[in-house]
């Protein structure tokens, strides 16, 4: 079983839905990372959570240490929306980038 | 991504020639992240560097691989004698330090082998 495992795989909505992305983790971890990846395209850090919840725009992200669960909302979708949303764990003392442990991303298509 | 610049983008290489990948962090940052994704894969941690030190590479292949991070110039991901199991996406990061701070990304370093 893989330390990181995110829900759905893979995710075809309407535009305007709320999205909900979820990931559960197996470890002890200092942080959790939400991040987008676009097709043939970079990764741009979207969260850093250690705990409770942040929001940036349309994007909500919340944790829960004791469940070992996060979740990454998306409100009124769009089709720019459309990307890999990839979650991961840090494992190191004050929860940066070294020994990042990454989910295998969910595949997100919002259709106009 | 602003500021992590990784080149080449794309680079092809046949087996058994080497392939350098360069990474220069974000100004103002001394940790280098490298990272790869194979195809159909996740992310995967290679290594972690400072100036002139490696910190942790716990992650990187025992053969033909090896990273630097000079005093001046950009980090280096050398791979010697390329198989066609390297083609991947290799991708940098950086940050100001290794605890607490937003993770930078580059835009990937695409290697193919044939």
């Known amino acids: 079983k893989n330390e990181v495992e995110q829900s759905p795989q893979n995710l075809t909505a309407q535009e305007g839905e709320f999205i909900t992305i979820n990931c559960s983790y197996s470890?002890?971890?200092?942080?959790l990372h939400w991040l987008q990846q676009h097709p043939g395209g970079g990764i741009v850090s979207l969260f850093m959570l250690s705990s409770g919840k942040k929001k940036h725009g349309r994007l909500i992200a919340t944790i829960n240490i004791q469940e070992k669960h996060s979740s990454l909302h998306i409100t009124a979708s769009h089709p720019r929306d459309s990307a890999v949303y990839i979650c991961?764990?840090?494992?190191?003392?004050?929860?940066?980038?070294?020994?990042?442990?990454f989910g295998k991303g969910t595949h997100l298509i919002i259709q106009p | 991504n602003a500021g992590v610049m990784q080149n080449p983008r794309h680079l092809v290489r046949r087996r058994g020639q080497e392939a350098r990948l360069r990474c220069s962090p974000m100004k103002g940052h001394s940790h280098v992240y490298w990272y790869r994704q194979l195809p159909e894969e996740g992310l995967k941690f290679m290594v972690y560097l400072q100036k002139e030190n490696i910190i942790d590479e716990s992650g990187m292949p025992k053969e033909r691989f090896s990273a630097e991070f000079p005093k001046e110039g950009p980090s280096i991901l050398r791979i010697q004698q390329v198989v066609r199991g390297d083609s991947a996406a290799y991708f940098c990061?950086?940050?100001?330090?290794?605890?607490?701070?937003?993770?930078?990304f580059g835009e990937g370093s695409w290697l193919t082998v044939v």
């Open positions: 991961a764990v840090s494992r190191g003392s004050g929860g940066g980038a070294d020994g990042l442990t």
């Open positions: 990061a950086s940050s100001t330090q290794s605890s607490g701070n937003t993770i930078y």
């Open positions: 470890v002890g971890i200092s942080a």
